[in-house]
């Protein structure tokens, strides 16, 4: 159950950062920064950082390239300790 929770989550966070590339590209409505990190905090860092690779985007914003690797293992720990 937790496995799946973790997955969904980093599938969201990763389609989200695309989705707010594209909106970049194009000038429209921004998702907040807040959305992003409201969702790595849930659990989908991974997802985060790997649509900031992927989509090459928030790699400017030293809280994304910094806090992000930070986030990952700090929940890594965390769910190791539940196992």
């Given at each position: 159950?937790?496995?799946?929770?973790?997955?969904?989550?980093?599938?969201?966070?990763?389609?989200?950062?695309?989705?707010?590339?594209?909106?970049?590209?194009?000038?429209?409505?921004?998702?907040?920064?807040?959305?992003?990190?409201?969702?790595?905090?849930?659990?989908?860092?991974?997802?985060?950082?790997?649509?900031?690779?992927?989509?090459?985007?928030?790699?400017?914003?030293?809280?994304?390239?910094?806090?992000?690797p930070v986030l990952?293992?700090?929940?890594?720990?965390?769910?190791?300790?539940?196992?």
């Open positions: 159950m937790i496995i799946a929770y973790i997955a969904g989550v980093n599938i969201i966070a990763f389609l989200i950062m695309g989705m707010d590339k594209q909106k970049a590209k194009t000038e429209t409505y921004r998702i907040p920064e807040r959305t992003l990190w409201g969702l790595a905090i849930l659990g989908g860092a991974i997802g985060v950082w790997a649509g900031m690779k992927s989509f090459r985007h928030k790699t400017r914003h030293r809280s994304f390239v910094i806090g992000m990952i293992i700090i929940q890594a720990v965390f769910v190791v300790s539940l196992f």
